[in-house]
């Protein structure tokens, strides 16, 4: 289905991999630490951001002095905790399988590079990508298009023969901005 292209890149939460529910246990627990709270849907927009966006979010709408950055590492390390036991990859890892071998693949995300590489060697997925791009690997995140550039950059395709698999509004703005088609995998 995706033969006319010479690269796919995949977001990953969300998108191949199931860990949105646990991303959202993670917040509530931390916030809760700091008796904060958060709305779902106003997170659930900013899916692909870096963890640190969110954070300042959340404390600009709680109107709280928390370091941005602090709470991020905080619901980081709450996340590690718990994702491990469980995550589990969603339907679309079934085109990453059909073409491995075939088209040279690449994981664009939001998540931290460490954390995408320890998720995809965990469910011993990581062999199926030539590269993955993580948000401490860019400057500007998604929307920007820097984190699928560089992603076309590392499998050696020009970003106009890519697709992009992508479960979030800011990153089909930065499909849409690389020069790449998409795929919304919410439409499927």
Known sequence: MYDRYEGLIFDM???????????????????????MQFDERSVIGLNGSPTWRIAEVIIASQQSTLDPFELASEKTAALKEMLFDTVRPL???EVVKAYKGRRPMAVGTGSEHAMAEALLQHLGLRNYFDAVVGADDVQRHKPEPETFIRCAELINVAPSRCV????ADFGIQAAQAAGMDFVDVRQL
């Open 164 to 167: 992009v698999f992508e479960d």
């Open 91 to 93: 339907p679309l890892i």
């Open 13 to 35: 939460d969300g998108t191949i991999l199931d860990t949105e529910p646990t991303h959202r246990k993670a917040w509530h627990e931390v916030l809760a630490r700091h008796g």
